[in-house]
Structures are given as structure tokens and as C-alpha cells.
């Protein structure tokens, strides 16, 4: 059974949505990543940097967002969280799925640390470039690839919440909508659900 490694409040959140929206049966182990005493043998085989989330799924150990739900989707298609290999929208899933790490996630630490970045030479460009590519994109909607909800709105749409969350997302009726849109599947509602069960 694929075992969730996760800890409250953190981006664990996001592959508790994703085990949620795929029906496949999990458990989880609860951990507090400021403690060390809770990170477990198995966790940090799975985790080389101890950072949540991360997974078990018999002989596979892996750590990171976006990698894990990559891996999830293509292991399990009956979840039809991914286009398949030969499907046309296959490029447009795997450039939003490395979207999140790739560019959303340093260009919150640009806007966190006020950083001052180059556009051209640093990989994610800014974050102005980067909300101004995420809006295109989320604009046709509903979903990132049109009607068809993937593995890429779990990681965007956490993402989104993440920034609206650290107060970061411009008042956008673009983004707000596809927020709300996210907020409203069951999946998502009861991994936030887990979250509030527990102080922090
Ligand atoms: N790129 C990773 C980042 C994971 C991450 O930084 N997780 C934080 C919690 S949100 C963590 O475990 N921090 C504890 C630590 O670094 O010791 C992902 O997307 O999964």
C-alpha cells in the first residue's frame, strides 16, 4: 500500500490531495519536521533532505512534490490524473508539472527574500513574468489543460493557495476563480481537513 509520509501545515497537503483525487487505497505516517526524533528510518530513506512530503510504495522511496505526484499518476492511470505518453496535451502536462518547482516556487522566494533577479538569465524568470504566464495559462480554463483536471492542477492549484495563504497573489478574478474551483473538489477539502485536526 503506497504510505504517505506527512506532517500538518506543510506541502505534504498537496499528495494528500493527489492520493484523494486518485481512489487508491494509503496510509499515513505523521511526523513533525521540526522534530528529528519523528522522522523515521523508512521516512528518511525516502527523503534524503528529510523534507515532507514524501512516499512509500513497496520498493519505491521518493521524496519531492512534484516528483512523487509525476510518479503517481504514471504508476496508477486508472486515477486518469495524466494524459498518457502519446496524448497530445502529455507536453502541456509535463510543463506544468515541472512548473511549480521550476518556476513558481523560486519566484516566491524572489518576491519573499526581495531578491533583485535578472528576467533573462535566472531560470524562472521574475515572479512578474511568472504570475503573467500562469494567468495565460489558467485564463481558457477550467483546469490547466482545458476540461481535463491532471496531476498539474494539484500541484499549481496548492501552489496558488500557498501564495493567496503568505499573502503573495494579486488580485486576479483569474486566479481567484480557479482557486475557488480547486477549494471546491472533495479531495482537496479533506486534505485540508487533516490539517486542521492538528495544532501546530
Ligand atoms: N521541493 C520540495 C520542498 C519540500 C519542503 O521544503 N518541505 C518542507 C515543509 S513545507 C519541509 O519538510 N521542511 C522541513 C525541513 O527542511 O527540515 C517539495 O515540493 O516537496
Not at 499515513?28 to 519536521?33: A, G, Q
Not at 533532505?49 to 516528483?67: E, R, T
Not at 496524448?87 to 515541472?98: A, F, I, K, N, V
Not at 518556476?103 to 522566494?109: D, L
Amino acid at each position: 500500500m503506497i504510505k504517505l509520509f506527512w506532517c500538518p501545515k506543510t506541502r505534504a497537503s498537496r499528495i494528500l490531495w493527489m492520493l484523494e483525487e486518485m481512489g487508491e487505497p494509503f496510509e499515513i505516517e505523521t511526523l513533525d519536521v521540526r522534530k528529528p526524533e519523528t522522522k523515521s528510518v523508512e521516512f528518511l530513506a525516502a527523503s534524503p533532505m528529510g523534507k515532507v512530503p514524501a512516499i512509500a510504495d513497496g520498493p519505491v522511496k521518493i521524496a519531492d512534490s512534484a516528483a512523487i505526484a509525476l510518479y503517481l499518476a504514471d504508476r496508477y492511470p486508472a486515477s486518469a490524473l495524466a494524459p498518457s505518453i502519446d496524448d497530445p496535451l502529455r507536453g502541456s502536462y509535463l510543463y506544468w508539472m515541472t512548473f511549480t518547482p521550476g518556476v513558481i516556487e523560486p519566484a516566491m522566494a524572489e518576491k519573499f527574500n526581495n531578491w533583485k533577479v535578472n528576467r533573462g538569465s535566472s531560470g524562472w524568470g521574475d515572479y512578474d513574468l511568472m504570475m503573467e504566464v500562469l494567468e495565460k495559462g489558467l485564463a481558457p480554463g477550467p483546469w490547466l489543460l482545458g476540461d481535463r483536471f491532471s496531476a498539474a492542477d494539484v500541484l499549481v492549484g496548492s501552489s496558488v493557495r500557498f501564495m493567496k495563504l503568505f499573502g503573495i497573489l494579486p488580485e486576479n478574478p483569474v486566479l481567484a476563480s480557479y482557486l475557488e474551483r480547486c477549494l471546491a473538489r472533495s479531495g482537496y477539502a479533506s486534505a485540508l481537513a487533516r490539517d486542521d485536526e492538528f495544532e501546530t
